[in-house]
């Protein structure tokens, strides 16, 4: 099983040919399919990301079949399903590396600065209020929620990280497609 520190490597590569790619290089081929389910999975890193049509893990970091397993829910949010979900990838899976993937524009972050509310939506804003606090800018405010999730991941499976885990923030740019990783 490939460690944190490769796996972010991996990812940031991933990432410089997604920039420089006219098209998603990730294999999705049938050989890969017929490969992936044979063998299982064992992704090399878990991406909390937002559900906004824009950011797609598996296109942003160049991956294909079996690498990533990824966790989507509006504004990345960490709640108690995707706590389980990271769990179950870093006990079962052997994944080592947790990414929070942020991204600007964010409608779910947006919403919380502004104080939309009101449904089903209110569980979610009430998980990015605390993170964002009295930041009134977009982009920091989404960098803000991204480094909350990050500590939330890691105050809740702290166990985790004796087994070589490590969570890392990070902010997605919809206009230029970069990710910034938040140390
Ligand atoms: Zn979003």
């Excluded at 870093?90 to 449904?119: F, I, Q």
Aim: proline fraction near 4%.
């Amino acid at each position: 099983m490939i460690n944190a520190e490769d796996a972010l490597e991996r990812l940031k590569e991933g990432n410089r040919r997604y920039l420089d790619a006219p098209t998603s290089p990730g294999d999705i081929s049938p050989e890969a399919r017929a490969r992936t389910a044979e063998e299982g999975q064992s992704p090399y890193a878990v991406i909390v990301a937002c559900s906004d049509s824009r950011v797609i893990p598996e296109a942003i970091f160049s991956s294909g079949l079996g690498e990533l397993f990824v966790i989507r829910v509006a504004g990345n949010v960490i709640g108690a399903h995707e706590l389980g979900s990271i769990e179950y990838a870093a006990d079962h899976l052997g994944t080592k590396l947790v990414v929070v993937l942020g991204h600007t524009r964010c409608g779910a972050v947006g919403a919380a600065l502004h104080g939309h509310s009101g449904g089903a939506v209110d569980s979610i804003l009430a998980d990015i209020i605390p993170a964002i606090g009295s930041e009134t800018d977009e982009t920091a405010a989404s960098r803000l929620n991204a480094v909350f999730g990050a500590r939330k991941v890691l105050s809740e499976l702290a166990r985790l990280t004796a087994d070589g885990l490590r969570v890392v923030p990070a902010l997605y740019y919809t206009d230029s497609g970069a990710v910034e990783f938040i140390s």
